[in-house]
């Protein structure tokens, strides 16, 4: 089982600045809560969201956000799982496919085959959400202005997709964390976040705490998986699904407000 007693252990990073941890910083915190589930804290911050042109990534805007946290690694299949057996919530799409390491035998693989309602009442059940598009773009950057959080060039070795050769996911945390010490930012699933999808809505967003458009049934997903291509690993990749979809390629992880009085998704 994966209960924990009721303890929480914060060592968590101050401040308000665009800067990654220290390097002596331990920002993981173990929650009371169904599960264990390690968190970084990230730091308030303003940072140049999207890439400058006129795509749907476009124009590069500058966005501010509260502190927030976010979970370090994707959710893994036995997270899933425990919640699936605590609520009589139907398994997965694609469970016991061991292509897809849906299996048993991979608890600390992601899970894969939710759609975003799924993984909505994941992270209600967890006591969380799930993370804003500007959230995951800020958390993914972790400071840096580049096409990647490690730089401008993307090799097989730097996270899980099409190029890197398994053809499948990896255990989550496979791959090194960017700055702020979160894996799979880029690869492994793609991730759902909880902004419903407008093309043109980087044109009107607000530059404070953006939640994404009012109206819409298609939400974004974020980062890039397994089975896709080096274009969808950069930073500002952006895509979206009908909030029904269930996808081999797509996941999530969850966040939680400081304030809970901020945190509302619908
Ligand atoms: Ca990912």
């Excluded at 401008?152 to 496979?174: R, T």
Aim: glycine share 10%.
């Amino acid at each position: 089982m994966f209960r924990l007693p009721a303890f929480s252990l914060i060592l968590c990073l101050a401040g308000s600045s665009f800067s990654a941890p220290p390097a002596d910083a331990d920002p993981v915190i173990a929650l009371a809560g169904p599960l264990p589930c390690e968190e970084i804290l990230i730091p308030a911050g303003a940072f140049l969201m999207g890439q400058p042109g006129s795509e749907g990534d476009c124009p590069a805007h500058e966005v501010s956000l509260d502190a927030f946290y976010l979970d370090k690694y994707e959710v893994t299949n036995g997270q899933y799982l425990e919640f699936c057996r605590q609520t009589d919530r139907a398994l997965p799409e694609f469970w016991g496919q061991d292509r897809y390491r849906a299996t048993e035998d991979n608890l600390d693989h992601p899970v894969i085959g939710v759609s975003w309602r799924d993984a909505q009442a994941y992270a209600a059940w967890a006591g969380k959400r799930l993370p804003t598009e500007a959230e995951f773009e800020y958390a993914a950057r972790a400071g840096s202005t580049g096409s990647f959080a490690w730089g401008d060039e993307l090799f097989p070795a730097n996270c899980n997709y099409a190029k890197s050769g398994y053809g499948a996911p990896v255990a989550v945390g496979s791959y090194p964390p960017n700055a702020f010490g979160l894996h799979d930012m880029a690869g492994n699933v793609a991730e759902w976040v909880g902004d419903r999808y407008d093309y043109d809505y980087y044109r009107h967003a607000p530059a404070l705490n953006p939640q994404g458009p009012d109206r819409g049934r298609f939400r974004v997903i974020r980062g890039g998986g397994w089975h896709t291509g080096p274009g969808c690993m950069r930073i500002y990749w952006r895509n979206a699904l009908p909030n029904n979809w269930v996808d081999f390629s797509v996941g999530f992880r969850c966040a939680r407000s400081v304030d809970p009085a901020a945190s509302s998704q619908d």
